[in-house]
RNA sequence: UGACCCAUGGUGUAAUGGCAACACAGCAGAUUUUGGUUCUGUUAUUCUAGGUUCGAGUCCUGGUGGGUCAACCA
């Protein structure tokens, strides 16, 4: 068994301890399965329950299954499956097999007659309100079914003839025969198939009946031979339910493990309610780079290095856990600091005029793309006598920390020359709308004609140069650190961010306007020099600093 | 007033009966042609009461607090 080590400096989580157990007591295989339903887009939350299946088998030698749990049709659907499929191998796993629960119902419906043979299963008439409250509550036992009883012939005859059509939707179903009275509830005779005339987006409607999770997972499991089942936390009290069908039925033992799921600061983690905002238009689609969907992330032009760092740093337990979106910024950024080009761009434009510089002049300036990678070269941007800068790096009367352009001051234009404000223009009711500025010929490059070091450095675009293009910026969906944590009252609707999405103007350096002539312009290439941005509510801000904090904005051509 | 799971800095995660640590966030400083990056320093942690032990974050008991479960969802 090919083994990878885990991470320097790092202990083994409890997932690694129990496999590594297992095979001390001489288990030889490890298999994982990542088993989603296909009801929906994958989210930043499934990314760690993906790394941690595939990346487990991996470090174990083992292979992961891409099994789709689909047994509710009235959900599902090929678009999920595809998407699911696209957004696993973008994150950089391969799977060793591609299943489906649908691939087993004939399997399960002969499992469900030997259950039947065995006296452990019947069908039951109740209607569902009936089932509800026999089931009894968590203080109180259920009580049995008056069709408990039925005999194992009149059970056979009954469930085929469920299969067969005979029944409309919830005339019948099929249950296991456990104990109602079972302090966990999920034991107390839970139902094992359904029926729903309803097509299936995989077996079209050769099926009435469909298997309820509890039955088909563990089976499932069971049949690929799943070493580890690996699931989150809420299904821990499933596993006395899992446990029972396997060893009922004398199956493959798969073995079920649960870890506390991912949950993030000003982020909604709740499938059903990512689909709400999609299909009332809150956003514009799955993709939407405000959504914590997978393909959102990638649309945003976060990389799958950096996804997969993030899922590695916040570790697995199980209590319940709350990760700061800021280390998500920083497992990006820190990527993105390391491979990313630079670009300038100016977003509130204050036009400079250098009155010593020739008019008509235009020169070509030498630009590092990326300080942190020699490698990645640089380019020419124009220069020339009439440039924009950030409104913000210039104050009139300067705070006593601010070291940019001010009255009389020198700043340094990046790659550039040193310029002095020599003339601050207003308009007649006071704005500044314009300055004169000096700059010193010899000071390209590093230099200046006597020596003398500036401390600050802004960013310019050549007036006559620069493409004016429109600047999405993106903040999250929420003002709420927990989305889910609502006033009475009040649904998760009434605390969407207003300001999730605005747009502002900006000015590119010239070589971005080439790259935006394409029907849109892709944020892995310039989310770098977008505006500074704070992700927290109300904390949307505008500042000289064009690093890679700025990681949500998304440009689209004029 | 049930069963099960959980409790370590602001947020996460380690420490496997023997010096409570690492990362993120914060703060301070240095470097820097991005107020970015990098580097240095620094603040801050075992829910509670008992018990076992030479020694408890760790084991035991009680309490408190949080979570999950009463879909013909997964």
């Known amino acids: 068994m090919s083994e990878i080590p885990v991470p320097e400096g790092r202990s083994l989580n409890f997932l690694e301890e129990i496999i590594e157990s297992d095979i001390a007591r001489g288990q030889k295989r490890v298999h994982t399965r990542f088993p989603p339903e296909p009801n929906g887009y994958l989210h930043i939350g499934h990314a760690k329950s993906i790394c941690l299946n595939f990346g487990l088998a991996k470090r174990y030698g083992g292979l992961t299954n891409l099994r789709f749990d689909d047994t509710n049709p009235v959900k599902e659907d090929t678009e999920y499956v595809d998407s699911i499929k696209e957004d696993v191998k973008w994150l950089g796993f391969e799977w060793a097999g591609e299943y489906y629960a649908s691939d087993y119902f004939e399997q399960l419906y002969s499992w469900a007659i030997d259950m039947i043979n065995k ?93 309820m999770y509890d039955y088909a997972h563990g089976q499932c499991d069971s049949i690929e031979r799943i070493t580890h089942s690996i699931c989150t936390l ?96 920083f497992c990006v950024r820190e990527d993105l600091n390391r491979i990313a080009e630079r670009r300038m761009a100016v977003v509130n434009p204050l036009k400079v005029v250098i009155t ?23 380019r020419e941007v124009p220069f020339s006598r009439e440039i924009y800068i950030e409104k913000d790096d210039f104050m009139e009367i300067p705070s006593k920390k601010f070291f940019r352009l001010q009255p009389g001051g020198e700043v340094r234009l990046r790659y550039g020359y040193l310029i002095k404000c020599e003339e ?18 010899q000071s390209l490059g590093g230099s200046s004609s006597d020596g003398r070091k500036v401390k600050g450095v802004i960013h310019w675009v050549s007036a006559a140069d ?80 064009v690093g890679l904090k700025d990681s949500w904005a998304k440009i689209a051509a004029k």
């Open 119 to 211: 006296g452990l299963a019947y069908v039951d008439d109740q209607t569902q309100e009936q089932i509800r409250t026999t089931r009894g509550t968590v203080t109180v036992p259920g009580t049995p079914s008056p069709w408990r009883e039925r005999s194992v012939d009149e059970n056979l005859m009954l469930f085929s003839g469920m299969r067969e059509g005979k029944f409309a939707d919830g005339e019948k179903v099929l249950r296991a025969k456990i104990d109602m009275a079972h302090p966990n509830m999920l034991m107390r005779d839970p139902i094992l198939y359904r029926i729903l005339h309803t097509e299936h987006h995989r077996t079209g409607d050769k099926w009435c009946i469909y298997p």
């Open 466 to 545: 620069a493409i004016p293009a429109e600047l999405r910026l993106y903040s999250t969906l929420f003002t709420l650190e927990n989305p889910d944590d609502v006033e009475e009252g009040k649904t998760f609707v009434d605390y969407l961010n207003p300001e999730s999405l605005v747009t502002v103007n900006a000015w590119l350096e010239p070589a971005l306007g080439t790259a935006a002539q394409g029907e849109k312009f892709q944020f892995e290439r310039v989310g770098y020099f977008t505006p500074d941005y704070d992700s927290r509510p109300g904390k949307l801000v505008f500042n000289r600093t």
């Open 356 to 378: 010593n510089y020739p008019e008509g002049k235009r020169e070509m300036i030498s630009c590092v793309n990326n300080p942190e990678n020699p490698d990645a070269g640089s």
């Open 234 to 329: 809420e299904f821990d009290v499933h596993r006395p339910l899992y446990d029972w069908f396997i060893e009922k039925l004398d199956i493959f033992p798969s073995h079920q493990y649960e870890f506390a799921r991912l949950n993030l600061t000003y982020t909604m983690m709740s499938k059903r309610k990512l689909l709400q905002l999609v299909q009332n238009k809150y956003v514009s689609g799955w993709d939407d780079p405000r959504m914590p969907t997978i393909c959102a992330l990638r649309r945003r032009g976060f990389t799958p290095e950096s996804v997969r760092a993030f899922a590695e740093r916040v570790g697995v337990a199980k209590r319940d856990n709350v990760i700061d979106l800021g280390l998500l910024e």
């Open 424 to 441: 601050v223009v207003k308009s007649p009711d006071g704005e500044i709308i314009e300055l004169r500025c000096t700059y010193d010929d």
